[in-house]
């Protein structure tokens, strides 16, 4: 985790692997139990159906923290992106300064060169 709310590339990526690996395991035990086609037929046994239905509620929990790891990587996203505005804030407001400062500058080269002028061809 970083140090806002939302989890990091990495933290996300290792996440994300383990879940959609875990979600791979899932159905696929329940593709090789055959429950789909023991259903078509109406052959299934009260606990196969309790397998069945807690295979479904934990596929169904995998794909929920899969949704919710995309989330605080959004989130972790939208604090970078935040900070950076931020920082980009702060930079413009000193090239802003420093803008202001070097036209001051430059006006008053100006003026001395105006009065060197001056003095040279009085």
Same mark, same amino acid.
Request: charged share 30%; aromatic share 2%.
């Given at each position: 985790m970083s140090d806002g709310l939302g989890f990091s590339l990495e933290a996300t990526r290792r996440t994300l692997t383990k879940l959609f690996e875990?979600?791979?395991r899932i159905l696929k035990t329940?593709?090789?139990a055959g429950y789909a086609k023991r259903q078509l037929k109406g052959m299934r046994p009260r606990a196969e159906i309790m397998e069945h239905a807690t295979l479904v509620a934990q596929l169904e929990e995998v794909e929920?923290?899969? *949704?919710?790891?995309?989330?605080y990587y959004s989130l972790h996203l939208l604090e970078s992106l935040d900070s *950076?505005? %931020?920082e980009l804030n702060r930079e413009? %407001? %000193?090239?802003s300064g420093l803008t202001c400062?070097?036209?001051?500058?430059?006006?008053?080269?100006?003026? $001395?060169?105006?009065? $060197?002028?001056?003095?040279? $061809?009085?």
């Open positions: 875990q979600k791979e329940i593709d090789d929920h923290d899969i *949704a919710e790891t995309r989330d *950076a505005s %931020k413009t %407001k %000193k090239l400062w070097l036209i001051g500058l430059t006006s008053v080269l100006a003026i $001395l060169t105006l009065v $060197l002028v001056i003095r040279t $061809l009085l």
